[in-house]
């Protein structure tokens, strides 16, 4: 199990480990930034500002900027879902274009 301190990595550290999507009929909590309640150890999901990388992406090491995505506070587990992957994807493919362009 990770430590809360995993839940909330630097910029230095790749989060980019274990994902899953969110169950389909999330529990919701009366927390104000909670999406559900995470189905692997029951902690809340919130969306965070979240450091990636660097990580290599289609061939290149890159690191895109932090992005914010749902991750349970508890066991640090990322559960994403479409506007998350939309996001996640938007920031490699902006990143890979500017390593591309030798910016």
């Known amino acids: 199990m990770k430590t809360a301190d995993q ?20 529990s919701h909590s009366t927390q104000k930034n909670n999406i559900f309640n ?3 150890c029951g902690g809340s999901v919130e969306v965070r500002l979240c450091a990636i990388g ?3 992406y289609r061939g290149i090491e890159i690191k895109p900027p932090p992005i914010h995505l ?9 559960w994403l879902d479409k506007e998350a992957t939309d996001r996640l994807h938007t920031a490699l493919e902006n990143t890979y274009a500017k390593v591309k362009q030798g910016k």
């Open 7 to 26: 839940c909330y990595p630097t910029e230095d550290e790749a989060i980019l480990g274990t994902s899953h999507s969110p169950p389909s009929t999330p």
């Open 38 to 40: 995470c189905p692997d």
């Open 54 to 56: 660097p990580i290599t």
């Open 70 to 78: 749902p991750i349970c506070s508890q066991c640090g587990e990322q």
